[in-house]
């Protein structure tokens, strides 16, 4: 008796197959299907990381509805770290993507060795080019697995709660709410104690590891 793959393979081998107006998408020979196996694969990683160095980032965006108008909260942090940054954005798109990580790595003083993403559509496009440009790895989650990104998703929360829900009532005057943010993510940043951290703040951490002087903390805090 003829086994079902081996049909397979013969009808595979002499390309019998019934062929419709449009694609033909159940034929492997055909233009459509070719392409779509050179599409370029994610890289993804199956287990929340471990870095032990600093530059490996988590990002992710957060959607907010106020009075039926979206804004988005973009996050990035240091898994090792903690050092993290929170701009919030009228669209949500990759270019802002690329806007918001280079304003990321502008306070950094290291350099960032990989991105780890969901597979939202904001991190595609513009961003995976601009860090493919910058020889970044770009590494992704699997879908419905947030724990990948632990790190990241609690900052989501602390940032939530210690900041943009007290600070919603100033959403529409953007000045004083971008002020505020810029000095709550000064508080995360340089004063606010981490339990990860053995509750040393992202600053101290960063001395320690001799990545920033303390001159230069005395000048962000003053």
Known sequence: MVSTATIGR???RNNL?????????????S???????????KARVRYAPKPSNLGYIQMDTVEKIIDGQRWYMYQ??????????????????????VDFFKKFQFILPYKVTTVQTDNGLEFLGHFDAYLQAQC??????????PK?????????????????????????????YNKNLAEYMIYYNCIRPHESLN????????????????????????
């Not at 197959?17 to 020979?29: D, L, Q, W």
């Not at 990241?152 to 529409?172: A, G, S």
């Not at 509750?199 to 003053?222: D, E, H």
């Open 17 to 29: 197959f019934y062929y419709r107006s449009g694609k033909v998408y159940h034929n492997p020979a």
């Open 148 to 176: 990948i990104n632990g790190v990241v998703e609690r900052f989501n929360k602390t940032l939530n709660e210690d900041f943009i829900e007290p600070n919603l009532n100033l959403i529409y005057d953007q000045k004083q």
């Open 136 to 145: 970044v790895p770009h590494v992704f989650t699997y879908p419905r697995c």
């Open 10 to 12: 013969i009808i595979k």
């Open 76 to 97: 990035a942090i240091d898994v090792q770290g903690k050092s993290a940054l929170s701009l919030t954005y009228r669209r949500l798109n990759s270019k802002n993507t």
């Open 199 to 222: 509750n040393m703040t992202p600053i101290n951490y960063l001395i320690q590891k001799g990545g920033m002087s303390k001159m230069l903390r005395s000048c962000i805090l003053n």
């Open 31 to 41: 233009k459509w299907a070719q392409n779509e196996t050179k599409r370029k694969k």
